[in-house]
């Protein structure tokens, strides 16, 4: 149906930058929206921030200043950007995808969700 692939994790000192990527392939007929998660160890996924096809987005005040989600439309990608780097940004960051997808019969939608991607920040 529809794959999600995320890149750019790492290990990063406080106060870093990093750039997250994912790209989305499959049976794509329209994407509604993408964006990041996170999960930290022993805590649940939150939401980082959220794209919508129109532009419009969907943050988290945990990240909201520090953080910054673009999209490349045209080549179904998405990316996170992330500054000041804290400790506690340390997770594992998801990608996910509002996807409407072919099927032998007509589209239909679903969200889809990446392996994840680990990001330790650490001096």
């Known amino acids: 149906q529809v794959q999600l692939v995320e890149s750019g994790g790492g290990l990063v000192q406080p106060g870093g930058s990093l750039r997250l990527s994912c790209v989305a392939s499959?049976?794509?007929?329209?994407?509604?929206?993408m964006g990041w998660y996170r999960q930290a160890p022993g805590n649940q996924r939150e939401l980082v921030e959220t794209?919508?096809?129109?532009?419009?987005?969907n943050d988290a005040d945990s990240a909201k200043g520090r953080s910054t989600t673009s999209s490349d439309n045209a080549k179904n990608m998405v990316y996170l950007q992330i500054n000041s780097l804290k400790p506690e940004d340390t997770a594992v960051y998801y990608c996910?995808?509002?996807?409407?997808?072919?099927?032998?019969?007509?589209?239909?939608?679903?969200?889809?969700w990446g392996p994840g991607t680990k990001v330790t920040v650490s001096s």
């Open positions: 996910t995808a509002v996807v409407v997808y072919r099927t032998t019969h007509f589209p239909l939608s679903g969200a889809f």
């Open positions: 794209i919508i096809s129109d532009g419009h987005t």
């Open positions: 499959g049976r794509i007929f329209r994407i509604h929206s």
